[in-house]
């Protein structure tokens, strides 16, 4: 069986085109599959896919890495999301033929890479953490660069020190994580806020779900990282944003998944929704072609 990882590098990047597609362009390289770019002015951050063998992929998200090191000014940086780095977070997922050890020893890898030769330090979460304060993303990027600016962590590879325009890195591999935002019918950005604390995990919401509400093209947003959709899929999500939205007197505008998901992901939502209990993946014609 062919090996096969997913990366999704993260960069502090979503207004100036130009830088956008510099680095995106930059991990076209042969041997990987690299889509789905997505970009917001607002959260001013970019991210792609990156799918192929895993030596391919870590050659290819170093030259994305090295592009936006020297295009992105930290220093210049103003955003609604929490970063810490022009290349923020890079996760690394295992697909086929490939185990999450695998995954943790690419990432590792690679944060050597970024250490040794773009000087830049770099700290490892979730299964790749080195240590359990470190393991949750969150935690690593408390205080985001401006704490690190004031206060530097120890981090697990590279400088004791924040690398001047480039900021900090995290890296690490982990299972699929779905991104999913939730716009209100409102510009009223604390009662998104209100509805991402009662939702998320941390403070005792829903399984596997991390939130935080932002300000995006004018509407509130909740937006949402569903970091085990086999404990809360973003059906389910999306279902208990709208009642808490209800309760508020607020209607949902829209929603949108960032990026891709896995197929079972749709597989669960028809048979949770749907009640498609023998529902499965074999059944889904394209699928089936191109196995």
């Known amino acids: 069986m062919q090996k096969i990882v997913e990366c999704v590098p993260n960069f502090s990047e979503g207004r100036t085109l130009k830088v956008i597609n510099s680095i995106f362009d930059a991990a076209k390289i042969k041997g990987v599959k690299v889509f789905e770019l997505e970009y917001n002015r607002d959260h001013n951050r970019m991210l792609f896919t990156i799918v192929g ?19 992105i000014d930290m220093n210049k940086h103003v955003g609604e999301h929490p970063r810490i780095g022009a290349t923020d977070v890079v996760p690394f997922v295992p697909v086929s033929g490939v185990t999450m050890k695998e995954c943790v020893e690419i990432s590792n890898q690679l944060a050597k890479k970024v250490a040794d030769q773009l000087k830049i330090p770099v700290f490892m979460y979730e299964e ?14 408390a205080g985001e660069l401006e704490s690190l600016r004031v ?39 604390l009662i998104a806020k209100e509805i991402a604390k009662k939702i998320r995990e941390k403070d005792g919401g829903l399984k596997g779900v991390k939130a935080l509400g932002f300000m995006v093209d004018g509407r509130a947003q909740v937006s949402m990282n569903l970091v085990d959709y086999e404990k809360t899929n973003f059906d389910a999500a999306f279902y208990v944003v709208k009642k808490e939205a209800e309760k508020l007197g607020i ?21 949770d929704t749907f009640k498609a209990d023998g529902f499965k993946s074999d059944q889904v014609l394209e699928k089936r072609l191109y196995e």
């Open 53 to 71: 063998e895993p030596e391919a992929v870590l050659a290819s998200v170093f030259e994305s890495i090295k592009t936006a090191t020297k295009l």
């Open 128 to 141: 790749s953490a080195k240590r359990p304060e470190y393991k949750n993303l969150a935690d690593v990027r």
């Open 151 to 189: 206060t530097m962590k120890k981090p697990d590879y590279g400088p004791d020190k924040i690398h001047p325009t480039a900021g900090a890195v995290v890296i690490g591999a982990r299972k699929y994580l779905i991104a999913f935002n939730v716009n209100l019918d409102t510009s009223d950005v």
């Open 251 to 271: 209607k949902i505008k829209n929603s949108e998944i960032y990026g891709m998901i896995p197929l079972e992901a749709l597989v669960k939502t028809a048979k």
